[in-house]
């Protein structure tokens, strides 16, 4: 995935999501009525505006959808975001928020991000929410006046210094900081041990690698088995679903792990091609310990709990 300048062949791809109903149903904007040739124009005039608008884009560089930083003033700027229907559920919106959030503390040197979303939008707000962004209420009083008449938007505010990846657990899968020792100009290296860092004895470590980017993989539990599951290189997605609900977590950093103890569903994006996802296991290959089937999966829960 990456972050580009908008390019005039992005204009067919751009005018797909605003014709399509599932994404702009909820959006302010009458996209409906758009041409190809309000697209190219707006690509155009993309380049040299004060405001920043860049494509989201797959590693072939096919255009997923748009990500913008507007009214860029005293310190502060609007995010907007729209993907394509093709790109929603493969990481592309959680990637292009935190490129272009990173831009604006990072390069801009903003000191902070809002933006909103319709309350009816559930899509969008469920995104937010999981990823731990919170409601605001203290927004300016120039800002709101943009959206004069519109009572139903939920804000959100982002500072800079924040971490937006900053949790401690996962449907109750507790995030692990594995340790990590820095050497100038060389490097880290990270390490566990069973016992000190993760509680149970590794009797197995296997590695999934060569994943081209959007593939998912997983579609299991395990009954009794633990495991540490980490990304040595890339970027992969990682959804897990127990009795706590459904949540993902972007695995991106060599010394973050998430530990699984409990039955637990799994599914992983790869949001990189070549992505290397990592996993430390309590006990040796059981196919028994399988459960494959979602339906079979969600009964076994019911009657664990």
Known sequence: ?????????????????????????????????????????FITSSLNSKDIHLA?????????GTVTLRDIENGSAEFAITVRNAAMGRGYSWYGMKAIIEKAFNELNLNCVYWCVSRKNMRA???????????????????????????????????????????????????????????????????????????FDVKRIYYISKVPEGVRRGFHAHKELKQLLFCPYGRIQLILENNLGREEIELNDP???????????????????????????????????????????????????
């Open 1 to 41: 995935m990456q972050l580009r300048q908008l390019e005039l062949k992005d204009a067919p791809l751009m005018l797909e999501w605003m014709h399509d109903s599932n994404v702009v149903s909820t959006l302010r904007t009458d996209f409906a009525s758009k041409t190809l040739s309000d697209c190219e124009a």
């Open 56 to 64: 989201i884009a797959s590693d072939e560089d096919e255009y997923m």
């Open 125 to 199: 707000v469920r995104f937010y929410d999981k990823h731990n962004f919170h409601e605001a209420v203290d927004i300016p009083e120039n800002v709101l006046a943009k959206y004069e008449g519109m009572d139903d938007l939920k804000w959100y505010l982002i500072l800079k210094g924040d971490d937006i990846d900053s949790r401690e657990s996962i449907v109750g899968c507790k995030v692990v900081h594995i340790r990590t020792i820095p050497t100038e100009n060389a490097g880290e290296l990270s390490f566990f041990e069973s016992g000190q860092d993760i509680p």
């Open 255 to 305: 010394s973050i792990g998430v530990l699984i103890e409990e039955p637990t569903w799994r599914e992983m994006l790869w949001l990189q091609k070549n992505s290397v996802l990592c996993v430390a296991a309590s006990d040796h290959y059981d196919p028994s310990d399988y459960i494959r089937d979602y339906a079979e999966f969600k009964a076994y829960i019911r009657s664990d709990s």
